[in-house]
């Protein structure tokens, strides 16, 4: 079955990268996902890859994808406060519609 | 335009009492899903609806749940004889079709508490 693992804490200072991992087991994932949770708050889409991609950019988000190894990864640069919380991966795998979740890694940002 | 909502926002309830948790998802969305967030976990997949039928209820732990979508629109999830194990954050998600690059839009969760 599938498998998502992260690691569960990651403490940065204001201004520098953040880089957020995941591992998957499912070779045949095809969309990679990364989502944010904030307290209180639904879950919310950050950015996504296509498995046949290695690297996808949006403005402070970078997504590195490998697929070799079945690792990806999100850099956050110049970390803000506001980027305090809970970060997701997921993979749909397949022709399913279903995500898988990892546990999520908690993200504090120190001024 | 109005995101996925989800009522109630809390729910307690006493072991082995029924409890419906609603969701009305972005309109004009086709799929709809239901997902559980225990404690420090992750979100899992419960089931998902195409229109009005469940075209993936792999998900649902055993036969005290249950969800139903009858006009392809709103959906309830309905617990019968809770169990404190039960106690969770009832996700629901919708997204336009179904599939890969279909964005799925959360809305923010039932927290259910079985005492």
């Known amino acids: 079955g599938e498998d998502v693992e992260q690691s569960l804490f990651l403490s940065v200072r204001e201004g520098d990268s953040s880089v957020i991992n995941c591992t998957y087991t499912d070779s045949s994932s095809t969309y990679l996902y990364w989502y944010k949770q904030e307290p209180g708050a639904g879950l919310q889409l950050l950015t996504y890859i296509f498995s046949n991609m290695d690297m996808k950019q949006d403005q402070r988000l970078t997504v590195l994808l490998n697929k070799k190894d079945k690792h990806l990864s999100l850099r956050i640069a110049d970390t803000q406060t506001g980027d305090s919380a809970i970060y997701f991966c997921a993979e749909i795998s397949g022709g399913g519609n279903k995500l898988t979740f990892g546990t999520g890694t908690q993200l504090k940002v120190e001024l | 335009g109005a995101g996925v909502s989800q009522t109630p926002s809390n729910k307690v309830t006493e072991k082995g009492k029924y409890v419906e948790l609603r969701c009305d998802p972005i309109s004009g969305h086709t799929a709809l899903y239901w997902y559980r967030q225990s404690l420090g976990q992750g979100p899992e997949f419960l089931i998902y609806?195409?229109?009005?039928?469940?075209?993936?209820d792999s998900g649902l732990p055993n036969d005290r749940f249950f969800a139903v979508r009858p006009e392809g629109s709103v959906s309830t999830l309905k617990i019968q004889r809770t169990e404190r194990g039960d106690s969770a954050v009832y996700l629901c998600?919708?997204?336009?079709?179904?599939?890969?690059?279909?964005?799925?839009?959360f809305g923010p969760g039932t927290r259910l508490t079985v005492l």
């Open positions: 609806f195409q229109g009005t039928g469940a075209a993936d």
């Open positions: 998600a919708s997204s336009f079709l179904a599939g890969g690059t279909d964005t799925q839009y």
